[in-house]
T-cell receptor, first 112, second 111 residues
Framework: RKEVEQDPGPFNVPEGATVAFNCTYSNSASQSFFWYRQDCRKEPKLLMSVYSSGNEDGRFTAQLNRASQYISLLIRDSKLSDSATYLCVVNNHNNAGNMLTFGGGTRLMVKP | DTAVSQTPKYLVTQMGNDKSIKCEQNLGHDTMYWYKQDSKKFLKIMFSYNNKELIINETVPNRFSPKSPDKAHLNLHINSLELGDSAVYFC??????????FGQGTRLTVV
């Protein structure tokens, strides 16, 4: 079993739609959680951190359920520019630094 | 200004050759990393260096040798390249738990 699992998609949605991605992780000791975005042939970039209380950044809302080891990302009012691969990431950091474990990514395609 | 820069961006080489990828960060971070993204797009950590010291080595073959001359640089040398080494290699750096910055990647193709 992979340590971080995501539905690979693709999710094909029209502009303006609301879309949700889910992710599960297996290491209950994981300390911090993120969503990264990766455009085709580009590096991953941090989209947002994910907190237990849930957090929102504009059209993006992230939720974490530690008991179920489940992370979600909701995108409202999808834009064409949201088309990308969304990577669920957990951090099993140690004293020396971050050890990011990535899911395989969920591909989103927003159509006009 | 590019925060994490790596060179070259593309590298095509024959099996058996030795090659290096260079990485530099101007963020003043203490920790640098190498990640590999294979053809199935899975990103996996290879190495972590903290202040020039190797901290994490995720069962990477010893043909891969990272070198950190100072905390702003982490280079990756690969000996005796194999077809299976073809991937995109990302350098990254971090200072805290919450943000890791990636370089643009080096697309290595072994023929």
């Amino acid at each position: 079993r992979k340590e971080v699992e995501q539905d690979p998609g693709p999710f094909n949605v029209p502009e303006g739609a609301t879309v949700a991605f889910n992710c599960t992780y297996s290491n209950s000791a994981s300390q911090s959680f993120f969503w990264y975005r990766q455009d085709c042939r580009k590096e991953p970039k941090l989209l947002m951190s994910v907190y237990s209380s849930g957090n929102e950044d504009g059209r993006f809302t992230a939720q974490l359920n530690r008991a179920s080891q489940y992370i979600s990302l909701l995108i409202r009012d999808s834009k064409l520019s949201d088309s990308a691969t969304y990577l669920c990431v957990v951090n099993n950091h140690n004293n020396a630094g971050n050890m990011l474990t990535f899911g395989g990514g969920t591909r989103l395609m927003v159509k006009p | 200004d590019t925060a994490v820069s790596q060179t070259p961006k593309y590298l095509v080489t024959q099996m058996g050759n030795d090659k290096s990828i260079k990485c530099e960060q101007n963020l003043g971070h203490d920790t640098m990393y190498w990640y590999k993204q294979d053809s199935k797009k899975f990103l996996k950590i290879m190495f972590s260096y903290n202040n020039k010291e190797l901290i994490i080595n995720e069962t990477v073959p010893n043909r891969f040798s990272p070198k950190s001359p100072d905390k702003a640089h982490l280079n990756l040398h690969i000996n005796s390249l194999e077809l299976g080494d073809s991937a995109v290699y990302f350098c990254a750096s971090s200072q805290d738990l919450y943000s890791t910055f990636f370089g643009q990647g080096t697309r290595l193709t072994v023929v």
